[in-house]
């Protein structure tokens, strides 16, 4: 082998032997010839140059690739904990709106049950605390008695007797001393009428305007007067109002509305089924001795016709 061709050899394996990838003997042929060639030791060094310069450009490559690819894993970490927050803040709305949905058809279903029923009786006590003005501060109580079709409505200072369906009415008022036979062109009352102070939930809640009710309300549990509620809070920035549910039998017990810095006003419920007597709906009581010093009159409360119709079309919803 002449040495032209001894070197075009070792060109051939330069790559191989900068890469020791060589055999023994073929790394031993290469080493022998380039101690004694200057010319193939020159082109070994070019080779190993480039060798070396694509080894440190791929380190670098492989390292910019680490980089993204642990960005990569983060940005997907970070991806997975904002679905996790968004599964769990829409499972914790789906479940207060459900709680709450399901709470209003109980209610719902509960009134018009206390619509249907012939003989109830409902107290209500109410306080309400002027906080601008002491003198406007005030407590009442007033008692509802239904049986068969007739209504009486009293309190301290007055009395008001209806029926169901009728244009005629009796009202009371004992600081007057007077006793007013109304005569109205609408009818004022219907069967189920006083039950509308429990009917808040049911008038006020529409399904399709939920979510916008899951922002401004919230439920907790709590006791009153030894009874276990259920607490509805719709609530402003300036204001709320608390309703509380009988967890039993879905009836509210107590309602608390207060303007912060302007008024606070408190009414309990009581309800009681079948204990109306028709002495306690009975009108013909004004014409006993008790009532012989008050004045009696015919009083006309007819209203026009458009605003019968505005009545009318509210009473039939």
């Not at 993204?68 to 499972?91: D, P």
Request: proline share 1%; charged share 30%.
């Amino acid at each position: 082998m002449n040495k032209k061709e001894e070197c075009e050899i070792v060109k051939d394996l330069a790559v191989q032997y900068i890469e020791k990838s060589l055999n023994e003997g073929s790394r031993n042929f290469v080493k022998n010839h380039l101690e004694t060639c200057e010319n193939c030791r020159k082109y070994y060094k070019t080779i190993e140059d480039t060798v070396c310069n694509e080894s440190e450009q791929d380190k670098m490559v492989k390292k910019q690739f680490k980089k993204v690819h642990k960005r990569i894993n983060i940005l997907k970490i970070i991806l997975v904990v904002i679905l996790i927050i968004i599964l769990i803040a829409g499972l914790a709305i789906w479940y207060k709106e459900a709680t709450f949905s399901n709470l209003v058809n109980k209610v719902s279903e509960k009134v018009e049950y206390m619509e249907s029923l012939d003989n109830y009786k409902i107290t209500v006590k109410t306080i309400n605390k002027d906080f601008k003005k002491e003198s406007n501060s005030w407590e009442f109580e007033e008692t509802y008695y239904y049986k068969d079709g007739k209504l009486k409505n009293e309190s301290n200072q007055s009395i008001f007797f209806y029926e169901d369906d009728s244009y005629d009415s009796i009202y009371v008022f004992h600081d007057l001393r007077q006793i007013e036979y109304r005569h109205s062109n609408y009818i004022k009352k219907r069967k189920g009428s006083a039950v509308g102070l429990f009917s808040y939930i049911k008038e006020n809640y529409k399904p399709i305007t939920s979510t916008i009710y899951s922002l401004a309300f919230s439920i907790r549990e709590d006791r009153f007067n030894g009874i276990e509620c259920y607490v509805i809070r719709f609530a402003s920035k300036n204001s709320y109002r608390d309703i509380w549910v009988d967890k039993n039998t879905y009836i509210t017990v107590r309602e608390v509305n207060e303007s912060y810095s302007h008024f606070y006003r408190e009414s309990v419920f009581t309800f009681e089924e079948n204990v109306v007597t028709d002495a306690d709906v009975d009108s013909s009581i004004l014409n006993s001795e008790k009532y012989d010093d008050y004045t009696k009159m015919e009083v006309n409360t007819e209203i026009p016709q458009e605003q019968v119709e505005i009545i009318d079309a509210i009473n039939a919803q």
